[in-house]
């Protein structure tokens, strides 16, 4: 018998006399069902709804519990739910401390009020300024790609979706600075994101491992301009890096605040122009956080995305074909131009089918601040829920062949946000998506432009849990050579 614990309690413990009345579990072991999720997930989530339906119980160790659902109906209820009825479930499995006030930790008014003061700066206006500085950090990319030997292209996507999300975020730093920052926040995110710290949080309250962290950053002494003494214990050098980070974007703030530019579309700067404005400003703690959540949420997941979808393009020739040819209808007189990405629209099919076949996040995780009847279930208060997409985007009933890659059943633009949503969906849904959307649009529209890509060979790439996101095992291997 599992140990009794409160029901809905900060890191998703569960009472025992729940069980029963969820839906059913894998015969696997706890152990062996965290093992398959992490080494081979879609396979994993598939086979257990094709043994158990669409909506199944994952039994974790620690006795954690996640109510996998896949089903439309259910997933439009779950959608439609009101922040009364359901939280964010970020806070169990999360190892990285990207700071409390971040918008994916927050819940109720607080998430309210953080989603509209960032919706702007992601948006409108502001997104169509940003376009210019993804089309160039895209061109530098090409520019520098390895030619002529294997080499892989997630990498490569990662500098560019990090470059360009901590300039959107605190808008140009000079070179030097530009790349002490990247080098401090991906070794700080993939510092945090390794296996160990995944299997931590299976063993710990990930609330706990993440406080940790955050006492060490708030003892370090590092400034923004690099200089204080370093520590060396490897919890330290991490919590270092961090508060490195974190001081660069504090500097960022005053300096913003001290000269104010009405016309700057950074997203510190409009945050620290709505300081004056009716409704509640963000704190400069919540600024940081947010920034620092947004470079976490924004690098892994464009970049892992932008892999799939050369590696679907890779597989199907006269796809990758008929992408070029577009690419070159619309741009290659002129260059990729952002504003005319409305010309692309079977590249734009092409990175939608990818990611329904490949979603680089699992599910969307909610929390039942409610009692919910859910089809023939009742679901508890503190209930866990992972609204999938990977069981949604594989299922028949609603896609043709769904395991065949077939681009032009998104030319219609006719897609249910039941069936499809590697953003997830309902007032949680990614702040990031038209900012990701333009972004990799325009990455591709640049490699597809200037370079021929090859798979190297021997590369084969399966579905792996790279930090919170499914990636490509090697990362896409790639030939490239420049075109004539
Ligand atoms: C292809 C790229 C991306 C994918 C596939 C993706 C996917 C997701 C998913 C599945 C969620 C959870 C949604 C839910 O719970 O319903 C999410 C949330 C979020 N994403 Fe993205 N994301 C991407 C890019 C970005 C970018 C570029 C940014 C920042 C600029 C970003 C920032 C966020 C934030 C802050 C949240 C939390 C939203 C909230 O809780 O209100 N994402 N993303």
Redesign the pocket.
Known sequence: MPPVRSVGGADGWQDASMHDRLPPTPSLSPMRQAIALGTDPYAFLLEQARELGPVFTLSLPNDRRAVVVGEAGLVKALWAMTPEQID?ATQPGLPINLGPN???LLDGEQ?ARH?KLLTPP?HGKALRAQAGDMSRRARQMVDAWPLGEPAPVLPLFQRLALDV?LE?AVGELDPEQSEKLGAAFIGWMDGMLTPLSFAMVQLLPARKVRAFFDRRAMRSRVRADGSGRRRHLPWNRLADRKAYVMAVIRERLAAVRAHADDEAHDVLSMLARTRLAEGGALADDEIVDEIV??GV??VE??AN?LAWCIHHLLDHPEAMARARAEVDAAFAETGVDPTRLDELPWLSACLDES?RLC???LA??RRLARELRLGAWTLPVGTDLWVSSILAHHDPERWEEPERFRPERFLDGKVSPNDWF?????R??????A??SV??RIALAEVLLRLDLARAEGSAPTPAMRGMTVGPSDGVCVVARRRG
């Open positions: 964010a971040g918008l994916i998430h989603r992601l999300v959107c959540t947004m949420g924004g997941t464009t995305t990611m979603p680089v996040s969307a995780p590697p953003f997830g969906g309902g949680r849904h990614c702040i990031g998506r900012f990701a972004e990799m």
